[in-house]
Nanobody, 127 residues
Framework: QFQLVESGGGLVQPGGSLRLSCAASGFTLDYYAIGWFRQAPGKEREGVSCISSNGRGTKYADSVKGRFTISRDNAKKTVYLQMNSLKPEDTAVYYC????????????????????WGQGTQVTVSS
């Protein structure tokens, strides 16, 4: 059964860091691109970052460039999102999502492009 499970969210002060994890089970992660998305209350879900199936290609939303880093360990079937210099506007539920997309190029960062979703993890940035 195809499953993605996020973890690592929590409450952090502005300027702090968090690392989110997305653990995959029930399928071979090696052929799937993974994206991170977030949704704040009253706002649409937006793409944050994505990574190609072999990890060689990444994309970032302009709002997180230079602060967030996506990576993956296919042997551990896990994708990570390292978030540094967090701001209150980063507060949201963060979701990881997957789509079959083998190769070095990351797919588009639109949420409609992804088929499989995790349940989300809450990130709150507040003093």
């Amino acid at each position: 059964q195809f499953q993605l499970v996020e973890s690592g969210g929590g409450l952090v002060q502005p300027g702090g860091s968090l690392r989110l994890s997305c653990a995959a089970s029930g399928f071979t992660l090696d052929y799937y691109a993974i994206g991170w998305f977030r949704q704040a209350p009253g706002k649409e879900r937006e793409g944050v970052s994505c990574i190609s199936s072999n990890g060689r290609g990444t994309k970032y939303a302009d709002s997180v460039k230079g602060r967030f880093t996506i990576s993956r360990d296919n042997a551990k079937k896990t994708v990570y999102l390292q978030m540094n210099s967090l701001k209150p506007e980063d507060t949201a539920v963060y979701y990881c999502a997957g789509r079959y997309y083998p190769g070095s190029l990351p797919p588009p960062l639109g949420y409609a492009e992804y088929n499989y979703w995790g349940q989300g993890t809450q990130v709150t940035v507040s003093s």
